[in-house]
Structure formats: structure tokens, C-alpha cells
């Protein structure tokens, strides 16, 4: 098969960053032709004003593609994520020349301003089902009311128009949460499906969980990410003789780095061997987001690396964590600080981790994910649609 990919790189690369590059890597060893056609942002203020401006519809962009896609003779065009410089105008122009097209929907950005569904400290439903004015009044993107005027328009022109129901075959979503919110903002059920993300195997461990000291947190060192819960947490929690390892950056590092009385260790970015090498020496993965994330991806590597994870009860992380993980109550550091706790016990600890690993193997390995991907290429060429 021919797989054309479409996808607009953030700035800082992230975890939809990471599933494009897995999923090419993973189809063509499958002996698949994939051709990616990647956009950036751009940096300047000019050009990203410019930019921004055509976020609703970007025709230009949207063409691009469609010249990118005739040539490659494309047999499905997955597109992943379109802000800004793409916009939805690319599944109209794709649809309208006959190509099928999939889209993977990796956040909330049909529903929310800021695609987080998070405002003020917590989890925000306010525009859920309706549209998103509210998110301009509350200034959600980047705290700049007319940036957030055009992501709001964004949304509503494509609502509006039906772009989501008449011009993409398939919606992929990542969790049945993702999929529940599109539900209530007006996507058909009929063009969703559930498709956990993958990751590569990092390896069988040397040794159990249990004989790590090392808890680990990776990730944005942000607000909605928990960072200061976590900190305030792990200094209420009783663990002897664990430390806690931060790998990440963000603008919470320098908190981060002044805990290291309490046995705080803050890393900053490290590349991504290093990360697995933790991993695999580590006792435990915590997660302690504030807002409804998707499907991170630091959360499989954990649990492909056989490690117990610790996750908030809200949104979908409970679900996909399974029998590995160990749940707290979203945004009370109370109850977070229970949790760590409970990686005092080993035989907890060694029995969470290997039904992590059991289910990363059952659920995101890349060969389920290969297969499982190409069945929806199949039935968006054939035109059909999950029910």
C-alpha cells in the first residue's frame, strides 16, 4: 500500500511527533511505501501572524498536498496534525480529488481553545458541545484573546461546514474518553475508531522493578502536568531510600531543582536511549497530570519497560495503565502522596510491573499496531465506516 502522511511538527517535538515517525517506521519494514510530508510552523512574528491568519482555511497549504498526493499516487492519505499552518481545508481538497483520507485526532482541539480541556487549574468542559466562545473569552490560547478568536473560528467553520463528517472516511482517537468528547461536540460515532498508540520494545529488564530506588517523571515540567503537585507529594510521602528522578524541561524546572533536599534528582532533557536506560533500571513511572491527557507516551514506554505507573483516576490514563497501575485522585496531592507511598512494597510493586509489560504487549506493540492500522487504511479505501 502507498501511505501518504501529513503532519505539522510542533515547535518543541513531542509525542505526535513520535507516533508519525513510529507509524512510518513500523509500515515500511511491514513493506508498505510511505511518503511524509511534513510543515512547520513558522518562528518569525510577521510569518506567524500571516500564518495564523489562515488557520480556518489554508488553501495553499491544503493544494500543497493534494500535488504531493497526485504525484505519490497515494493509495489513503493519513493526516495527523493540521494547526496551523495546514488547517482542515486539507481534508475537503483531498476528498473533493477522491483520495481516502484518515485522520488521527491526538488531542482535544476539535473541542477546546487550547486542546487540553484544562483552564484555571483543572479540567474545563465549558465549550464541550457547543462552540468554543467561551475559550475566547477566557483568552485559552496563550492567554491572547484574538489568537484564541481564530482558533475558535477554526473550529466552528469546520463544525459548521461538516468537514469532520463529509470529507474524512475515519477519525482515529486514541482512548474512548477522546472519543466520547467528539461525540458530544457533533463527530459521528460512525466515523470513529479506537486505536491505541504503539512503542518499540526497549528490551527485557535485568532485573525486577523492585530492585530500583528510582522513581521516575518524564515530561513537561508545566502546571497542567502536575509538576508541583508531584514535588509537594514526594516530600509528604513516606519512602525510604527512594529518590525521585525528573527528566524534562519546562518552565517549572528551577521548582524542581530546589527540591533536591527531599531527594529530588531534575535531569532536564535527555535523549531518548538515556530515557529507556532509566526506565529500565527504575522502580516506578508516575503521572501526575492535571488535565484529561490523551494517550502520552511515555506512559507505554513504561509499561513496555515493565514498570508499575502511577496515574490520575480521571480521563482514560486508569484504563490504559490496567492492572499496572496505581490510581489517585487528579489535582489532591493527598491522595498522590498515598500512592507513592505504596511503592514501599515490593512484591506490589514487582506484580504491578509485570502486568504493565503483559499488557503492553497485548495492546501497544508495534505489531498490533501495525495491523490494526491497516485495517483502517483497508476500510477507509473501501469506503466503509466502523459502526
Same mark, same amino acid.
Given at each position: ?19 508519525? %515517525?513510529?507509524?512510518? %517506521?513500523?509500515?515500511? =519494514? ?56 495546514? !488547517?482542515? !481545508? ?57 489568537? !484564541? ?39 459521528? =460515532? ?32 508545566? =502546571? ?19 529518590? #525521585? ?51 502520552? +507516551?511515555?506512559?507505554?514506554?513504561? +509499561?513496555?519497560?515493565? #514498570? ?7 480521563? %482514560?490514563?486508569? =484504563? ?41 504487549? %497485548? ?25
Amino acid at each position: 500500500m502507498r501511505i501518504l502522511q501529513v503532519h505539522t511538527r510542533y515547535r518543541q517535538a513531542g509525542g505526535e511527533d513520535m507516533v508519525v %515517525d513510529t507509524e512510518r %517506521d513500523m509500515l515500511e =519494514e511491514a513493506g508498505h511505501t510511505i511518503e511524509t510530508r511534513v510543515l512547520h510552523n513558522p518562528s518569525g512574528v510577521g510569518a506567524t501572524v500571516a500564518s495564523l491568519a489562515m488557520a480556518p482555511w489554508n488553501r495553499a497549504s491544503a493544494d500543497a498536498v493534494l500535488d504531493t498526493a497526485r504525484r505519490f499516487r497515494a493509495d489513503v492519505v493519513h493526516v495527523h496534525n493540521t494547526w496551523f499552518a495546514l !488547517s482542515p !481545508s486539507v481534508f475537503p481538497t483531498l476528498k473533493g480529488a477522491g483520495f481516502p483520507v484518515v485522520a488521527t485526532i491526538h488531542n482535544y482541539r476539535l473541542s477546546c481553545v487550547n486542546a487540553l480541556l484544562y483552564r484555571d487549574g483543572g479540567p474545563c468542559l465549558d465549550c464541550v458541545g457547543r462552540l468554543p466562545w467561551r475559550g475566547v473569552a477566557h483568552r485559552c490560547y496563550r492567554g491572547s484573546a484574538t489568537q !484564541s478568536s481564530v482558533v475558535a473560528v477554526t473550529i466552528a467553520t469546520h463544525r459548521l461546514r461538516h468537514t469532520w463528517d463529509r470529507d474524512v472516511d475515519l477519525l482515529i482517537v486514541l482512548t474512548r474518553f477522546a472519543a466520547g468528547i467528539l461525540a458530544r461536540s457533533g463527530i459521528p =460515532e460512525s466515523r470513529m475508531v479506537v486505536k491505541p498508540n504503539v512503542v518499540r520494545d526497549p528490551g527485557l529488564r535485568l532485573a525486577p522493578p523492585s530492585a530500583g530506588q528510582s522513581v521516575l517523571y518524564v515530561g513537561r515540567l508545566t =502546571e497542567e502536568k502536575g509538576t508541583l503537585d508531584l514535588i509537594d507529594a514526594w516530600g509528604r510521602a513516606e519512602h525510604s531510600g527512594l529518590s #525521585l528522578t525528573v527528566i524534562g524541561d519546562g518552565p517549572m524546572l528551577n521548582d524542581v531543582k530546589a527540591a533536591a533536599s527531599l531527594g529530588v534528582r531534575a535531569l532536564g532533557r535527555v535523549p531518548s536511549a538515556e530515557v529507556r536506560r532509566h526506565m529500565l533500571g527504575a522502580r516506578a513511572l508516575v503521572l501526575p497530570s492535571r488535565w484529561f491527557e490523551g494517550m502520552p +507516551m511515555v506512559l507505554l514506554e513504561a +509499561m513496555a519497560a515493565g #514498570l508499575p505507573v502511577i496515574v490520575p483516576e480521571h480521563g %482514560d490514563l486508569a =484504563e490504559i495503565a490496567g492492572a499496572g497501575g496505581i490510581r489517585f485522585l487528579a489535582c489532591d496531592v493527598g491522595s498522590l502522596a498515598s500512592a507513592l507511598a505504596l511503592l514501599e512494597d515490593d512484591e506490589l510493586v514487582d506484580s504491578r510491573g509485570g502486568s504493565s509489560r503483559d499488557l503492553y504487549v %497485548d495492546r501497544h506493540q508495534p505489531a498490533v499496531g501495525v495491523t490494526r492500522l491497516l485495517e483502517i487504511y483497508e476500510r477507509a479505501v473501501g469506503g466503509e465506516r466502523f459502526g
